[in-house]
């Protein structure tokens, strides 16, 4: 079983940073991609980042120029600048790949809050 531990969040003011945490733990192989999804109360979940394995990115048009996505071996991290208020939502880590046995993961991290107020 493979487990997504998130750390960082919190409430920011408006043009401020914050960088987000991820470490993958457990029986794995390898980890391909890693991803950041964003979600607010009564819409759909959306992804903000995305990781290869050949560290290729992606981004959401919305956080592009402002957020990085990075990765150190099994630990993915959100860099998040110029934030805005509606930046606001709980942040997601996702991660893909095998575990021992070459079965695959597609595992979740529980979620954390960011808030950008003044």
């Known amino acids: 079983q493979v487990q997504l531990r998130q750390s960082g969040g919190g409430l920011v003011q408006p043009g401020g940073s914050l960088t987000l945490s991820c470490a993958a733990t457990?029986?794995?192989?390898?980890?391909?991609?890693m991803a950041w999804y964003r979600q607010t109360p009564g819409s759909q979940r959306e992804r903000v980042a995305y990781i290869a394995t050949n560290s290729s990115t992606t981004y959401a048009d919305s956080v592009k120029g402002r957020f990085t996505i990075s990765r150190d071996n099994d630990k993915v991290f959100l860099q998040m600048n110029r934030l805005k208020v509606e930046d606001t939502a709980v942040y997601y880590c996702?991660?893909?790949?095998?575990?021992?046995?070459?079965?695959?993961?597609?595992?979740w991290g529980r979620g954390t809050q960011v808030t950008v107020s003044s």
């Open positions: 457990g029986n794995i192989e390898s980890v391909n991609a």
């Open positions: 996702n991660a893909e790949g095998m575990i021992m046995g070459a079965s695959p993961f597609d595992s």
